[in-house]
């Protein structure tokens, strides 16, 4: 499939496989999926350049119609996955020590040693404490149109966006497969379809600059908060569409669902 019209490609990659079918035409399918951060405007005629990554995406995977295959439900991948990191916090440890006031006092010349309070010092130490967390959150759901899915989100204690893979592809494959033939009508091998939704709210712009130093002051003082957005946007439109995406979206329409990457994976012979 080509995936030059599809919006947003770069700031992730799509790949995959169907596992060896057993001797009960059943076969895993893995699903490799990187978040990464997706650049733009370095062409010479680009005003501005930026970057673009996500917040949050949905992995859905579907079996076409036409496939002689049918996704066995007791397979999918429903649990999260492990953590991925360790967060590392300083800690303070004090300890208390105490002793009679004739013990602690009796070398200081204007305190008489026969009272019976207390003294007490402090003994301090610095800890690391250790504690697993993990790089995304994983949920797995069905869509709306009856498919396969799983919501990643990223950890904000890890990082504000989405990078990395949300699972390891070899190790975690999201389902199994049962064929029931080994051809489809037009001849081809079994498939799947990978694709990655999300919402405009999930695409963050970050690193947004003028390549000239003068407009991106001038760009930066302006009041106007909103025309300077509005203006933005119109310019990664532009910058979208020079790069070869015809599916641009509406920038202004956070709620709009948009496929921004799919690809098809056959049984590999």
């Avoid at 030059?4 to 596992?19: C, E, M, N």
């Avoid at 020590?97 to 008489?112: E, N």
């Avoid at 999930?202 to 106007?224: F, S």
């Amino acid at each position: 499939m080509d995936n030059t019209t599809r919006t947003l490609k770069q700031a992730l990659s799509v790949d995959g496989w169907i596992g060896d079918f057993d001797d009960n035409g059943v076969a895993s399918v893995h699903v490799d999926v990187v978040f990464r951060q997706g650049g733009f405007g370095e062409d010479p005629t680009s005003a501005i350049r930026f970057k673009i990554a996500l917040t949050r995406a949905e992995i859905v995977v579907r079996v076409p119609n036409q496939a002689p295959l049918r996704i066995v439900k007791r397979s999918v991948k429903r649990t999260a996955n492990a953590a991925t990191g360790i967060r590392t916090e300083s800690a303070k440890r004090e300890g208390f020590l105490k002793g009679s006031v004739k013990a602690a006092l009796a070398k200081t010349p204007f305190v008489s040693a026969d009272g019976e309070a207390s003294v007490s010092r402090t003994n301090s130490s610095d800890a690391q404490l250790q504690e697993a967390i993990s790089r995304h959150f994983e949920q797995h759901f069905t869509t709306e149109d009856g498919h396969i899915a799983w919501e990643v989100e990223a950890n904000p204690e890890f990082a504000p966006h989405l990078a990395g893979s949300p699972w390891n592809a070899e190790n975690a494959p999201r389902l199994n497969v049962s064929k029931f033939s080994n051809r489809n009508a037009e001849g081809d091998p079994p498939s799947v379809i990978i694709e990655i939704r999300c919402c405009r709210e999930d695409i963050e712009i970050i690193d947004l600059e003028e390549k000239d130093p003068e407009a991106q002051n001038m760009w930066r003082t302006k009041k106007n908060k909103s025309v300077n957005l509005a203006a933005a946007e119109q310019v990664i439109k532009d910058e979208l569409f020079k790069a070869g995406f015809l599916e641009v979206p509406d920038l202004s329409e956070k709620q709009s669902r948009l496929l921004i990457a799919d690809t098809i994976i056959f049984e590999d012979k």
